[in-house]
């Protein structure tokens, strides 16, 4: 069974740091794109960032400069770094990831999301 699970959550001051990791199993082929998205209260899932397979990235405008992520193929782990966090960043951040099964079908994966939340 494919899944993903999320860790790293949780409450931070605005200004600090935060590292959310994720841990993908079960794909006989490993997995292409990993990402994490994030949804708000009231507002719908919207991307945080995604990162390929070969590492290339790309990040929602919002969080340039301020988030870093990363993954390790060997350990099918990807991770989020989020510096200077502000209040807006508050939701629950849901990893993503997807791959082929060996009838070479595309599928995606979700996390069951970890909350962080931010003070002012």
């Known amino acids: 069974q494919v899944q993903l699970v999320e860790s790293g959550g949780g409450l931070v001051q605005a200004g600090g740091s935060l590292r959310l990791s994720c841990a993908a199993s079960g794909s006989m082929f490993g997995f292409n794109v990993m990402g994490w998205y994030r949804q708000a209260p009231g507002k719908q899932r919207e991307l945080v960032a995604t990162i390929t397979s070969v590492g290339s990235t790309n990040y929602a405008d919002s969080v340039k400069g301020r988030f870093a992520i990363s993954r390790d193929n060997a350990k099918n782990m990807v991770y989020l770094q989020m510096n200077s966090l502000k209040p807006e960043d508050t939701a629950v951040y849901y990893c993503?990831?997807?791959?082929?099964?060996?009838?070479?079908?595309?599928?995606?994966?979700w996390g069951q999301g970890t909350l962080v939340t931010v003070s002012s």
């Open positions: 993503y990831a997807n791959y082929f099964n060996p009838s070479m079908r595309y599928l995606e994966v």
